[in-house]
């Protein structure tokens, strides 16, 4: 948790495993994928960042993005195509890309190109910030430590993570699938209600009254949202 998440789109697997690496170097968190299919559904729920590659199997690179700006509006998009043509590059910037790269390429220009990206779309990514401070509650991202009122609070690494990423969004309602997936993992399998679970537990450790909650908000029939009072 922490940092924002790129899904890498990519079928060639010596391309995709190059950028997982150089983007993990960069402390990104990296979800690849190596179909349309994949992409498309990864990039719905998942993804803060996208790099598409124009080539692939089942559903074409265009077609992830056409059907991702349909619901994803800002989602920031960087295509990859293994063409010079115009072409590609007027149809992708119409369908909504952000910026477009040519094979061959180098894996340090990808993370560049991203990185700008990402200022332009105002997401920040380099000086994440180190302790988030809401009234009575802090949350040091660095030491990954929660207190209240100046005490320190023990979280279980979940438990954290869940916080974490309600705090990074706060005022904005995470459904639970959401969250599954920012703090469990996409591939987590588990019940939405481990979501409920957790939520009371940290509602128990950092709520005056965590049976009437001022920070973690219940959403009813969708999920949780942080919004300190
Ligand atoms: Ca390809």
Redesign the pocket.
């Known amino acids: 948790m922490g940092a924002l998440r790129v899904l890498v789109a990519?079928?060639?697997a010596a391309i995709r495993d190059l950028l997982v690496h150089h983007l993990q170097r960069e402390r990104f968190d990296v979800v690849p994928a190596s179909d349309g299919n994949a992409a498309l559904r990864l990039a719905r729920t998942s993804a803060d960042a996208v790099i598409l590659?124009?080539?692939?199997p089942a559903i074409d690179g265009f077609d992830v993005l056409r059907a991702l700006r349909r619901e994803r509006r800002d989602l920031p998009v960087l295509l990859l195509t293994?063409r010079t043509d115009e072409i590609d590059r007027i149809i992708g910037f119409e369908l909504g890309a952000d910026d477009y790269i040519c094979k061959p390429f180098s894996p340090r220009e990808v993370v560049a190109r991203l990185k700008a990206i990402l200022r332009r779309s105002g997401q920040v990514y380099d000086e994440p910030p180190i302790i988030l401070t809401f009234g009575r509650l802090e949350i040091d991202e660095a030491a990954r430590e929660v207190r209240v009122d100046g005490s320190a609070i023990q979280l279980k690494p979940r438990e954290f993570g869940l916080l974490l990423a309600l705090a990074r969004n706060h005022g904005v309602a995470l459904s639970r699938q959401t969250l599954l997936e920012k703090v469990w993992g996409y591939d987590f399998d588990g019940d939405e209600r481990t979501v409920d679970v957790h939520v009371r537990r940290v509602r128990c450790k950092i709520e005056e009254r965590p049976g009437v909650p001022q920070m973690l908000h219940t959403v009813h029939g969708f999920g949780y949202k942080f919004a300190p009072a």
Do not use: K, R, S, V
């Open positions: 990519e079928d060639d590659d124009i080539g692939l293994a």
